[in-house]
């Protein structure tokens, strides 16, 4: 079965507010997590990513946060725009497999 | 600086036929992976091809196959297709090992008729 879920599958902001998505992971070995961005009619890109020596990660308009005692990542979109609408998919691997990647979160985002 | 490139594009066949996909990977990069996402699903690891060699393979049956050609150029395999084969295939490549963010292209549907 999937290693790497996610809390909800859609999510709805208004444009301008921050969103917030969430993941769950049960490989406690994984050591590096990313997050990627799919929208309709192209391949995933990449967002940001994570190794576990880190709890917080921040990039532009973007923030993932590490939480490795209930094996929990976020990610964090900052004043949210009609342009992040798209599927996000949480990924990870232990480091010697190819990523696992979750089920994704469609992300909708109200002008 | 050209990204993944696939081809086709997209990719109409009947059940029984068998279905031949293309991957270029990033200039530099000798990993390629293929990864199968159905309508409404995650993405499916399927295989993982580095310096020429199978790495790794996902949980499929072994009518999917692939190569990696001296260019690191990649080549998936469906044989005998099935309806359930029709899905959006993905390759994607890294400059080595499986520890570090992967590049996509923009994939090849393949519809089984």
């Known amino acids: 079965g999937e290693s790497v879920g996610l809390h909800l599958p859609t999510l709805s902001v208004q444009e301008g507010d921050n969103s917030i998505i969430n993941c769950a992971y049960s490989n406690s070995a994984s050591d590096y997590f990313i997050w990627y961005k799919q929208e309709s009619g192209k391949g995933p890109q990449f967002i940001i990513d994570?190794?576990?020596?880190?709890d917080k990660r921040q990039g532009q308009r973007v923030t993932v946060l590490l939480n490795k005692t209930v094996k929990h990542l976020s990610l964090q979109i900052a004043a949210t725009q009609p342009g992040d609408s798209a599927v996000y998919f949480c990924?990870?691997?232990?480091?010697?497999?190819?990523?696992?990647f979750g089920k994704g979160t469609r992300l909708s985002v109200i002008a | 600086e050209a990204g993944v490139t696939q081809s086709p594009t997209h990719l109409i066949k009947t059940r029984g036929q068998q279905a031949t996909l293309r991957c270029s990977p990033i200039?530099?990069?000798?990993?390629v992976y293929w990864y199968q996402q159905a309508l409404g699903l995650g993405l499916q690891f399927l295989l993982w091809?580095?310096?020429?060699?199978?790495?790794n393979r996902g949980n499929f049956p072994p009518r999917f196959s692939g190569r990696q050609f001296p260019n690191y150029s990649s080549e998936l395999n469906v044989n005998a297709l099935e309806l359930e084969d029709s899905a959006l295939y993905l390759c994607a490549s890294s400059s080595w090992g499986t520890n570090e963010k992967l590049f996509f292209g923009s994939g090849t549907q393949l519809s089984v008729l």
């Open positions: 994570i190794r576990s020596n880190m």
């Open positions: 990924a990870e691997t232990p480091g010697n497999t190819p990523l696992v």
């Open positions: 200039s530099g990069h000798t990993s």
């Open positions: 091809y580095d310096e020429g060699e199978e790495r």
